[in-house]
């Protein structure tokens, strides 16, 4: 089956450094994707992670551990426009064609 | 390029209507995908392609059917609408498999069946 697991919801203060983890149990694993949300738009990608260790893009960074099915995404010196949900998928699937996502992690950036 | 397209923005529909969802790329991607979101939920796959001519269900294909004859387009059809279809539909497509293969998903369309 597949199965991954992020907080609801998250709060933080602008300026500061905020953590959001996802876990994950899937027949198979081919890679492990971040999407950020806004309220009423469409999802657009953040970072792709296939290989443990932290990949790291501006503000953000992405890491994984796929011995523990466990990854984060770390946004740093937050803006209130980092206000959005985020969106945690593994690709699987027999030929890795398709994302399995999770019910995503609403962050509120609070001045 | 315009992306991934998608009409009607909005839609109510009254139960055991039907209608085609939308969906057009310019970028072309062999891979498409229709995806729907609940409140404060994630995406499921309702069907997806991986070129013309070639469609495979996903995690909730009943009450949906697709067709893919051509590389461009890809709708996605609701013969009977029930309540329970009332969701945002996403589209999305992607160019290769493998790698950091992002998906580019259309800006969503908002059913609500009454």
């Known amino acids: 089956g597949q199965n991954i697991d992020q907080p609801t919801e998250m709060t933080a203060t602008e300026g500061a450094i905020v953590q959001i983890n996802c876990t994950y149990q899937?027949?198979?694993?081919?890679?492990l994707f971040w999407y950020q949300q806004h309220a009423g738009e469409a999802p657009t990608f953040l970072s792709y992670n296939v290989l443990d260790g932290l990949e790291e893009k501006g503000r953000f960074s992405s890491f994984l551990s796929r011995s523990k099915g466990y990854s984060y995404l770390l946004l740093k010196e937050l803006q209130m426009k980092d206000s959005a949900s985020y969106l945690c998928?593994?690709?699987?699937?027999?030929?890795?064609?398709?994302?399995?996502f999770g019910a995503g992690t609403i962050l509120r950036v609070k001045s | 390029n315009a992306g991934v397209t998608q009409t009607p923005k909005f839609r109510i529909l009254k139960i055991g209507q039907s209608m085609t969802l939308q969906c057009t790329q310019d970028m072309n991607h062999n891979y498409m995908y229709w995806y729907r979101q609940d409140p404060g939920m994630g995406l499921k796959l309702i069907y997806y392609?991986?070129?013309?001519?070639?469609?495979d269900k996903g995690e909730v294909p009943n009450g949906y059917n697709v067709s893919r004859s051509t590389t461009e387009d890809f709708p996605l059809r609701l013969e009977l609408a029930a309540p329970s279809q009332t969701s945002v539909y996403f589209c999305a497509s992607k160019e290769r498999q493998g790698g950091e293969d992002t998906q580019y998903f259309g800006p969503g369309t908002r059913l609500t069946v009454l």
């Open positions: 899937t027949s198979g694993f081919n890679g």
């Open positions: 998928a593994v690709r699987a699937g027999e030929y890795g064609n398709k994302l399995v």
């Open positions: 392609s991986v070129g013309a001519g070639i469609t």
